[in-house]
């Protein structure tokens, strides 16, 4: 059975003589929403149903949809048995498109629902099956789920409500922020997306792909623990410029360690790839003037357009395969006006700020992507409330540099203000995709979404109790990278905790099959911020992490585990550590993670090699070389004679005197990986 509510339930305040005002847009059409207002569209919320669940934990759950829109919503409330529990809060996660069969953005992911409850608050979500663009329907949800919670838990108290996207749900997440004022009193953008001017990440990361797909292997490993540190060393000069071009972009490096992924080659995430064939329906001559117009890159004397007209020969030149190349580059073409803070692009400009390349007419610049997912908002950093931004080091599809450029629109529009509302969290080893950091992944990366848990729980206490959130990551910006500038727990700033892994003292060691290597993870949580709680170790480098136990949860661990490797190759072993706010192993709920790796270099090996020398006076001298592993031993044993019976082994220390009839000596010596020379033997003199 459904059951209709009139619009003045979706007022914020309670119920008035007086006609509620109606929500409106602003001249630039992002509609301005507030606790009071009436949404016109979203006039009739209709609940469907209410059923107490059990999955995945016990929970009062009410289903319903808004009369005359295609958009539903859910409240996942407290169980009956457990009411007493809410503290006057609710978490909203939004996002605008689904992407997998069956998935209804009104829905909430188990882990959001468990996590609201645990976390003292109701969970509210809203969308439908396909496209829930803008804010303006998580806010009608948010305010008719208030009502809701405030019938079903018999309380009159203010509710306080946090919204949060990752992505495109960001820009959701920011354009509420902008737009809404008394709805929601904190929001989390979460890898954050930015209006950038064109595809110039993208692309630039295609381009890369054209031109560097065959050198990557060897770009990661100068860029892995124990590599050389110098990624263009194998490059010619077409492939230098490229790299150098994608750096100056704001791609990361350390996104290098996964490379298909960054090249758009991983077809779990990319299909058949970045680029296409298609032409762009904005601008249909910029293909001929990329490849006949002097200034554009195909018709360029360098060895970069001798490179991009080489590749369409390999390719065949069709004019699909012309897009495909022109597409990849079009940014240098679409430079945006300088003193937007793009400075990406800043590249592809003279000294003086002029572009260094042709531009296409600004009726042919790339139509802007992400008005409608943000409703319309302008990105001005006005924003209403307390905002606390995650983003990754390893994302190469939300930037570093794009948090950041969004940072100082914030601090330009509330001034001082925004030391008391704004943080920015930056985590290593996490880059866009949440918690798909299963297999392969793994190896390098962390789910992140623990973080964001923290950063909800710590939003809360911030609004609530004036408790300020813990201070931003402390970083700089070079060259369009986000760099961190201290590898220091306390002084690094955020939530993640820090690990360092080490072998054998190093970040790289050169072994043998068999030999023992000791593998010490250091770890360290922010003080105040919590503790070590678990440690695993990689030892293959295959994401498949076992547990090792270190004692009680501390602020700081340090972890030695000994491990043999019997396959020659290169292994990247990894450790994972998690920290927990409350210094809690058996909370599942926002769990710190990180991550390091070292570089194990095995080797078949060969036994010892022995020599010894002989003396006038009756005397040998033993030594003995390992190529990998070391001498661990060198023995030796006398004879009388040959034939006779030679002594016990015992173990060398010094120049063996021969006395007594003694005329022979044998010897050998064992390395650290348990490999023994073959007996050699000498008379004396």
């Known amino acids: 059975m459904a059951f209709a509510l009139v619009a003045t339930a979706l007022t914020g305040s309670p119920a008035v003589a007086a006609e509620p005002q109606q929500c409106a847009p602003d001249a ?17 919320p209709v609940i469907d149903t209410e059923t107490d669940q059990t999955s995945p ?14 958009i539903q919503f859910t409240i996942y409330l407290h169980p009956e048995a457990d009411k007493n529990e809410w503290e006057g809060r609710f978490f909203q996660y939004t996002y605008p498109i689904t992407f997998t069969p069956g998935e209804n953005l009104s829905q909430a992911k188990d882990r959001a629902i468990e996590f609201g409850l645990a976390s003292g608050g109701y969970t509210v979500q809203a969308g439908n099956n396909f496209l829930s663009l803008g804010y303006r329907h998580a806010a009608a949800a948010a305010k008719f789920a208030e009502q809701v919670a405030a019938d079903y838990y018999g309380s009159d108290r203010e509710i306080y409500g946090y919204l949060w996207g990752p992505s495109g749900g960001s820009l959701q997440t920011v354009g509420a922020a902008e737009n809404v004022a008394g709805v929601w009193q904190g929001f989390v953008p979460v890898v954050q997306a930015v209006p950038q001017p064109n595809s110039y990440p993208t692309n630039g990361r295609s381009a890369a792909e054209l031109i560097l797909a065959d050198k990557a292997d060897e770009i990661r490993d100068a860029l892995m623990p124990g590599g050389s540190g110098d990624p263009y060393a194998t490059l010619d000069e077409a492939e230098r410029a490229v790299l150098e071009e994608l750096h100056l972009l704001g791609i990361p490096w350390k996104a290098w360690e996964n490379p298909d992924y960054l090249l758009g080659n991983d077809s779990r995430f990319y299909g058949t790839g ?12 910029y293909v001929d003037d990329f490849w006949n117009t002097q200034g554009y890159l195909g018709t360029e004397d360098s060895p970069l357009g001798a490179r991009v007209r ?29 003193n937007q803070g793009w400075i990406a692009l800043d590249q592809f400009r003279n000294a003086d700020g002029t572009p260094i390349y042709p531009q296409r007419p600004a009726e042919s610049f790339e139509p802007q992507r992400f008005n409608s997912v943000a409703g319309n908002t302008a990105f001005d ?3 209403n409330g307390k905002v606390i931004v995650v983003s990754n080091l390893y994302d190469v599809d939300a930037l570093p540099v794009h948090t950041d450029w969004y940072r100082k629109r914030v601090e330009q529009s509330l001034g001082a203000a925004a030391a008391d509302s704004y943080r920015v969290y930056f985590n290593d080893r996490a880059d866009h995709q949440g918690a798909d950091t299963v297999g392969d992944r793994a190896a390098s990366l962390v789910d992140y979404i623990g973080i964001v848990e923290q950063a909800l729980r710590d939003m809360a206490s911030w609004v609530e109790d004036g408790v300020p959130a813990p201070e931003s990551t402390q970083y700089h910006v070079e060259d369009s990278q986000v760099v961190v500038t201290s590898e220091d727990a306390d002084a690094r700033g955020g939530l993640q905790p820090t690990a360092d892994l080490t072998i054998n003292g190093a970040d790289r060691a050169d072994v043998e099959t068999g030999q023992a290597v000791t593998l010490t993870l250091t770890a360290d949580a922010p003080d105040g911020l919590g503790e070590l709680v678990k440690t695993w170790f990689d030892y293959l480098g295959t994401g498949a992490f076992e547990g090792v136990p270190f004692g009680d949860p501390a602020n700081e661990v340090t972890t030695d585990v000994t491990h043999a490797y019997t396959s020659p190759g290169t292994v990247f072993a990894g450790a994972r550590v998690a920290a927990n706010r409350n210094g809690d192993p058996a909370d599942a709920n926002a769990r710190l993670l990180n991550i390091d790796r070292v570089r194990i270099v095995v080797h078949e090996g060969a036994a010892p090699v022995v020599t010894a020398e002989p003396s006038k006076a009756r005397t040998v001298t033993l030594s003995a070389t390992d190529d990998y592993s070391g001498v661990a031993s060198v023995e030796y044993r006398t004879i009388k004679k040959p034939g006779a019976t030679p002594s016990e082994w015992q173990a060398y220390t010094g120049p063996i005197k021969l ?10 010596a064992t390395d650290n990986s348990g490999k023994t020379s073959e007996i050699g033997s000498i008379a004396a003199k």
């Not at 630039?28 to 009739?44: E, K, N, R, S, V």
């Not at 934990?57 to 295609?70: A, I, K």
């Not at 005329?663 to 050998?668: C, D, G, K, L, T």
């Open 310 to 338: 080489s590749e369409l020969v390999e390719m065949g030149d069709t004019v699909e395969h012309r897009w495909n190349i022109a597409k990849r580059f079009a940014y240098r073409y679409q430079l945006p006006p300088v």
């Open 274 to 285: 970045l680029d296409s064939d298609a032409p762009v329906p904005y601008d249909s001559t």
């Open 659 to 668: 006395s007594g009839g003694k005329s022979i000596v044998e010897y050998r």
């Open 57 to 70: 934990v016990p929970h009062h759950r009410v289903s319903g949809h808004f009369e005359g829109t295609n």
């Open 381 to 383: 950093g006005s924003v």
């Open 28 to 44: 630039t059409g992002a509609w301005q929403i507030t606790a009071d207002c009436i949404d016109p569209l979203y006039t009739q």
